[in-house]
């Protein structure tokens, strides 16, 4: 720590050791937080005589920052309070002790970032091996100085910087034949994920990741980021189950390894059913490589899809029987606009 504060590695020390202590009183105790002392007197007595060497010191490389944080348990005590009683205490320490697999980290990154926030998954494995462009910034939450940097590392710089206390493992190269087992945890892998997030484009990734997900009996949400669509696939509760509800047929990874892209784009049409998309991303679709660089995806559909996938997987997670199946929340449905809009008074000018 000494030659850390010593080095011209650090840029900041942030530590509001005090502040954090007032809040854990008041959660442990609102009624009266400071048990009839004051403020000072309180704290004082929680931290002990070094506060310096009360919880931890998280050093964040990549910002220069060093920040003074609870001990662990009353960390997480105090980070997710609020989300009381929504999820019990009791809940909340269950949903910290899983594992979260999330593959493909551009539209995966806010579904990855939600849960942290969330409390839903103390470990997490993200795997991805795009870098991110300027044209990912309509719906990544990132910075135009991380242009070019690993999605999956920068997704991981996030968590952390919401909670120090996580564990995450990077794979950086995105998956493939050579770390698919160790990914899931099995064969003597690690720890077994508990539930998958799989939102790659590729449609090898697709199908190998359900493939080793049924095999495991570990359950995948999938987001398609159009019209609000959740795919669930309770690969736990139904070890049979065909791969995208049955909708490729007995297609395997060997199948789709070597697809060129018309026949990837056909592959993915099929999984996500052609007929279900909005107009606007169907007629898009035709224009990609002409008209279009790539499919079209929004940051509000990007956030919509990230509360689907956290909502869901917290019930799963905490053991509620949710069936597998395709859901849809389509806000253009849901909140339908006239079938004549006037045009307001000067919004022609």
Request: aromatic residues 4%; proline residues 5%; hydrophobic residues 40%.
């Amino acid at each position: 720590m000494a030659e850390l504060r010593d080095s011209n590695r650090l840029h900041e020390v942030h530590d509001r050791i005090e502040d954090q202590v007032e809040e854990l009183l008041g959660c442990v105790a609102p009624h009266d937080p400071f048990g009839g002392r004051s403020r000072s007197r309180a704290v004082a007595d929680t931290v002990g005589p070094h506060p310096d060497a009360y919880g931890r010191w998280a050093w964040y490389p990549w910002s220069g920052r060093l920040v003074h944080v609870l001990p662990e348990a009353e960390f997480r005590l105090v980070r997710t309070d609020r989300n009381r009683d929504k999820i019990t205490r009791e809940q909340q320490r269950g949903l910290l002790g899983r594992r979260i697999g999330v593959i493909g980290l551009s539209v995966g990154s806010s579904a990855a970032l939600t849960c942290a926030m969330e409390g839903v998954g103390g470990a997490f494995r993200l795997a991805d091996s795009d870098r991110l462009g300027l044209s990912n910034l309509n719906r990544l939450r990132a910075g135009v100085h991380e242009i070019g940097r690993e999605k999956s590392v920068l997704c991981a710089r996030r968590m952390y910087e919401l909670d120090p206390y996580l564990d995450i493992e990077v794979h950086r190269g995105g998956i493939d034949e050579e770390n698919i087992e160790d990914f899931f945890g099995g064969e003597g892998g690690g720890h077994r994920l508990d539930l998958l997030i799989e939102e790659a484009d590729a449609p090898w990734v697709k199908v190998a990741s359900r493939e080793h997900a049924r095999s495991l009996r570990i359950p995948v949400l999938m987001d398609t980021n159009d019209r609000g669509v959740l795919d669930v696939e309770r690969f736990d509760l139904e070890p049979d189950r065909p791969l995208f509800h049955g909708r490729v047929g007995a297609t395997t990874a060997a199948d789709v390894r070597d697809l060129g892209r018309d026949e990837a784009l056909g592959f993915l049409l099929d999984v996500v059913d052609e007929q279900r998309l909005s107009p606007a991303m169907r007629d898009a679709l035709t224009r990609v490589g002409h008209t279009l660089s790539s499919w079209p995806q929004l940051a509000s559909g990007v956030m919509l899809g990230a509360a689907l996938v956290t909502d869901t997987a917290r019930r799963i997670l905490l053991g509620e029987p949710l069936p597998s199946g395709r859901h849809s929340i389509d806000l253009e449905t849901l909140v339908p606009a006239p079938a004549a809009v006037p045009v307001r008074h000067g919004a022609g000018r």
